[in-house]
C-alpha cells in the first residue's frame, strides 16, 4: 500500500493506528509548527524591543541636542545680560542722589528763566519711591511764547541727569494781547519729573 493509499485511509478519530510513515509525518509538522511559532513570537518580541530601544536613543539624541543648543546660546546669553547690567547701571549713574536733587530742581528753575519764561507755578511733589528708584513730580506752570516754550523743554532734554515731562498742556495765556503768529503768549502747564536710585534711600 502507498502512502498516499495509508493518508487516503486514515481514521481521524483513532490515530494510535494510523501507519509510522504517517505518524512520523504528523509529528514533523507538529513539531516544525510549534517551532515556527516559537520563531515567530521571538522575533515579533525582538522587533518589539528593538523599536524600543530605537525610540529611546532617539529620544537622548534629541536631550543631547537640546543641550547643545542651550550650551551653544550660553556665551551669548551671558554676553546680553552684562550688557543689560552695564545699561541698567549707566541709567542709575544718571539718576540724580538725594543731595543733588536740589541742584537739579535749581537747574530746571534756570533752564525756564534762561529761555525767558515767567513761572507762575513751580511746586515739587512728594516722592514717590517704585521697585528701583523714586519718583520726584514737580508741578510748572509757565508762561511764554512757542519758541521760549520749545527751548525750556529741549534744555530739560539735554540735562545729564534724567528729568522727563510729562501732561504737557498749552494754551493761551488768559488776558494775553493778540500778537503775531509765534509771538503769541502761552501757558504751559506741565509735569517735570526728576528720579533718583532707591538704594540712596539709606545712605
Not at 106 to 114: K, N, P, R
Not at 140 to 164: D, K, M
Request: proline share 5%; aromatic share 6%.
Amino acid at each position: 500500500m502507498s502512502f498516499i493509499d495509508d493518508l487516503n485511509n486514515l481514521d481521524p478519530n483513532n490515530p494510535g493506528v494510523w501507519p509510522v510513515p504517517v505518524k512520523a509525518v504528523v509529528v514533523l509538522l507538529l513539531c516544525a509548527g510549534i517551532l515556527f511559532a516559537g520563531w515567530k513570537l521571538d522575533i515579533t518580541k525582538q522587533r518589539e524591543e528593538l523599536a524600543s530601544v530605537e525610540q529611546k536613543e532617539q529620544e537622548h539624541k534629541n536631550a543631547l541636542e537640546t543641550k547643545q543648543k542651550k550650551a551653544a546660546n550660553l556665551k551669548a546669553l551671558k554676553e546680553q545680560m552684562q550688557e543689560m547690567e552695564q545699561s541698567f547701571g549707566d541709567m542709575i549713574r544718571q539718576l540724580p542722589d538725594k543731595t543733588e536733587v536740589a541742584g537739579l530742581l535749581v537747574e530746571i528753575s534756570q533752564a525756564g528763566l534762561a529761555a525767558g519764561l515767567e513761572f507762575k507755578l513751580f511746586k515739587p511733589q512728594g516722592e514717590q519711591p517704585s521697585e528701583f528708584y523714586v519718583t520726584l513730580p514737580i508741578e510748572i506752570n509757565v508762561a511764554g511764547n512757542y519758541h521760549q516754550l520749545g527751548e525750556f523743554v529741549s534744555g530739560i532734554a539735554a540735562f545729564p541727569r534724567i528729568v522727563t515731562t510729562h501732561n504737557i498742556n498749552i494754551a493761551k495765556l488768559p488776558g494775553a494781547p493778540d500778537a503775531g503768529a509765534g509771538n503769541e503768549r502761552l501757558l504751559m502747564k506741565a509735569i517735570a519729573q526728576t528720579y533718583r536710585a532707591l538704594e540712596e534711600e539709606g545712605g
